[in-house]
């Protein structure tokens, strides 16, 4: 971009054209006894540029007998234009005269010169950003293609994670909660046939705790962004800990009962009580919406966070777990399982359910971190 095109030789001076930048020297004072000066302006800071006669600087119109021009050239940004004394400091003006005593036909010369070398700088600059926009755009294109296709390969991956047998659902623990309901019904009326209503209610909390969960897990496929993707898995995650710290203390809630435990009986009923399983329509209300929603969860996401979190702080404060007495609840809860063909493991239950850390949601950001 250094190359030197043309230079002009003029009375008190040159004027060198590059492919970059118009460069003037000169010596300054009367008839040009003074310090050499060069002036530098680069065409990337040219605004605009055109000949002057004598009498457009104000100096007169009959003070200019033989015709004398000035090119000025103005800047766009006059702390650019460089001018070299001693100390080499910008010029102080928004503007760079070649005003070496040029006659007309020198003037227009240089003038045309100049043009011609803007226009193709100009010209050459627009291709090359065209060329640029459109190596940008094409790798943006490229660059699109590659997150879709990862994204698309991570939906596939995580619903193969999360449907092993590849039926459409999220692999759940079975909800045999009614087929121990049932089996105990006369029990459970003989202690207090009240109970019977708070059982079912139990029973439809769960099962429509259970259908959210599968909701959340088909939006998954409609998911556009991989962070996206990455809240709703940990939302279904999180969803799915919850049924199953559910269906473990409900099952245990008939057992206790069975077992006249009353002791673990009611401090598993009161832990849902403060839930509001008994008096709550809230999973009725997600149901509702999570249908209504489509593949907008943004808004409703944290609102179920904040419920499972509810759940999962109230249930794990459940002490009947660690004492001795419920080993023989395990094994007489174990038992009643078998007798209605469950395949819960409530040890593997238990151990899965203590094992659990719950994801947690950034409100702000819509971020995730474990």
């Not at 010369?109 to 926009?133: A, G, Q, S, V």
């Not at 404060?317 to 469950?342: C, G, I």
Request: hydrophobic content about 35%; overall charge negative.
């Amino acid at each position: 971009m250094n190359t030197l095109l043309k230079e002009f030789n003029q009375r008190l001076g040159s004027v060198k054209i590059y492919e970059n930048k118009v460069e003037i020297t000169y010596k300054s004072g009367l008839f040009g006894f003074g310090e050499k000066i060069t002036e530098i302006i680069e065409f990337d800071n040219i605004k605009n540029f055109k000949i002057l006669g004598l009498e457009e600087l104000g100096i007169g119109i009959n003070s200019n007998p033989l015709n004398i021009k000035v090119i000025r050239i103005f800047a766009i940004d006059q702390n650019k234009i460089l001018k070299s004394k001693a100390n080499n400091q910008n010029s102080q003006k928004d503007f760079l005269d070649i005003d070496m005593g040029l006659k007309n036909d020198t003037a227009q010369d240089i003038y045309d010169f100049i043009k011609k070398i803007l226009i193709e700088i100009l010209e050459k600059n627009e291709k090359e950003r065209i060329e640029k926009e459109k190596v940008k755009m094409e790798k943006e294109r490229i660059r699109e293609i590659n997150r879709i296709n990862n994204l698309s390969n991570n939906i596939s991956s995580t619903l193969n994670e999360l449907d092993q047998n590849n039926d459409g659902e999220v692999d759940l623990i079975d909800n045999d909660f009614n087929q121990l309901l049932n089996k105990n019904q006369k029990t459970i009326i003989a202690f207090d046939k009240n109970y019977i209503h708070q059982f079912v209610k139990v029973s439809n909390f769960i099962k429509t705790k259970k259908q959210n969960t599968q909701k959340i897990f088909e939006s998954i496929r409609d998911t556009s962004t991989q962070e996206e993707l990455e809240e709703r898995v940990h939302l279904l995650k999180n969803q799915i800990h919850a049924y199953e710290l559910l269906l473990f203390h409900s099952i245990n809630m008939i057992g206790s009962m069975v077992s006249e435990d009353l002791i673990t009986f009611y401090e598993i009923y009161e832990s849902f009580d403060k839930l509001g399983m008994f008096n709550s329509n809230w999973e009725n209300e997600v149901s509702e919406k999570l249908t209504n929603i489509g593949d907008k969860l943004d808004d409703l996401m944290y609102s179920i966070y904040n419920m499972e979190q509810n759940i999962v702080s109230e249930l794990s404060h459940l002490s009947y777990v660690t004492q001795e007495s419920f080993e023989d609840l395990n094994r007489s809860v174990t038992s009643q399982l078998k007798e209605v063909q469950s395949s819960i493991n409530t040890n593997n239950l238990l151990t899965g359910i203590q094992a659990y850390q719950l994801y947690k949601i950034n409100k702000n950001t819509k971020g995730l971190r474990n």
